[in-house]
């Protein structure tokens, strides 16, 4: 079956300290791939998506992925943490049998220290 | 702005009680969808419907029905909540083959 994996639960930087997530997932042809955000409380917010093209994707607040097919993985990252980036991630692909439908990773949740 | 809202940010139930969930999104979106949030185990999709009055079970429909009789507006009803039905309910909504789902702010529901 469709799968995404997020094999950190849980995650602890220094504020200024770069950051990478990581996400790997099971799917035939190119996938639709995202990265949600979400903060204490709240629901998910869009960082950022893949569809084609370039394999480097940026987002909002500085975030960016890298698609690499070769070890179908989808990993986010950010040069520089900030306090206010605290919060749970969560990667998603579209599904095989139908697009529209998201398969969402367990998240990963980011704890920043001053 | 797209906005996607749902009726209550926390409910209190006790067992046996139907429960109605509302979400509304005004964004004219086509697919609309109904996730519960666990620790541990991520976003679990319920149902989603594609269309008015259209629905198709996800991965955890048992103890869950839907209901969409207006395009805006999507219905998730528990007919008789358990105390494992205990969760945080997330609402969202796509345009036909955009794929980016819109969340709202999630309903927390805790059933005594």
């Known amino acids: 079956a469709q799968s995404v994996t997020q094999p950190d639960i849980h995650i602890t930087v220094s504020e200024g300290a770069s950051l990478e997530l990581r996400c790997n997932y099971s799917?035939?042809?190119?996938?639709?791939l995202f990265w949600y955000v979400q903060s204490p409380g709240q629901g998910l917010q869009l960082l950022l998506k893949y569809f084609s093209g370039d394999t480097l994707v940026q987002g909002i607040k500085g975030f960016e992925a890298e698609f690499k097919r070769s070890q179908s993985s989808f990993n986010l990252r950010k040069p520089s943490v900030h306090w206010s980036d605290a919060a749970e991630y969560f990667c998603?692909?579209?599904?095989?049998?139908?697009?529209?439908?998201?398969?969402f990773g367990t998240g990963t949740r980011l704890q920043v220290f001053p | 702005d797209v906005k996607v809202t749902q009726s209550s940010r926390y409910l209190v139930k006790r067992t046996g009680e139907k429960v109605f969930l509302e979400c509304v999104q005004d964004m004219d979106h086509e697919n609309m969808f109904w996730y519960r949030q666990d620790p541990g185990l991520g976003l679990r999709l319920i149902y989603f419907s594609y269309d008015v009055k259209m629905k198709e079970k996800g991965d955890i429909p048992e103890g869950y029905s839907v209901s969409r009789e207006k395009k805006e507006r999507f219905s998730l009803i528990l007919e008789s909540a358990s105390t494992n039905q205990t969760s945080m309910y997330l609402c969202?909504?796509?345009?036909?083959?955009?794929?980016?789902?819109?969340f709202g702010p999630g309903t927390r529901l805790t059933v005594l």
């Open positions: 998603a692909v579209g599904a095989e049998e139908n697009t529209d439908k998201l398969i």
């Open positions: 799917y035939g042809a190119t996938p639709y």
């Open positions: 969202a909504s796509s345009s036909l083959a955009n794929h980016e789902q819109f």
